[in-house]
């Protein structure tokens, strides 16, 4: 072999050495990217995450604060409810017992004959 086609043979390696190392180059950069895409969409997920919970746990935190403001409230409506129901129940034994002396009932409480 003579030096130029020693150094032709050498050129055409050369350039196959090139050409693979870009185009390994071009691969290598195109996993990157899709990896780094990839990445990026989990923390955007992660950060969508993040600030629901954050959103929902202020929510939390507002109502949590508010009960002290209402459980007084709360108390007096279930006090009053609780007086009623007394009162109902004081009415219905009443009826009972005036049901179980009364020889005309139901017809005494229909007439409005109670005795």
Not at 5 to 31: D, E
Not at 42 to 54: E, K, R
Not at 55 to 75: E, K, R, Y
């Amino acid at each position: 072999m003579t030096d130029s086609t020693l150094l032709q043979a050498s050129s055409g390696a050369v350039m196959t050495i090139w050409i693979t190392s870009l185009v390994l180059g071009l691969v290598v950069t195109v996993v990157v990217v899709f990896l780094l895409e990839r990445i990026k969409k989990t923390a955007v997920a992660i950060l969508n995450g993040a600030s629901a919970i954050w959103t929902h746990g202020q929510l939390v935190a507002n109502n949590t604060v508010q009960l002290p403001v209402f459980l007084p409230i709360t108390n007096r409506v279930a006090g009053k409810i609780l007086q009623t129901s007394q009162q109902i129940r004081g009415a219905a034994q009443a009826i009972e017992q005036h049901a179980e002396g009364c020889p005309g009932c139901p017809d005494c409480l229909l007439n409005d004959t109670v005795v």
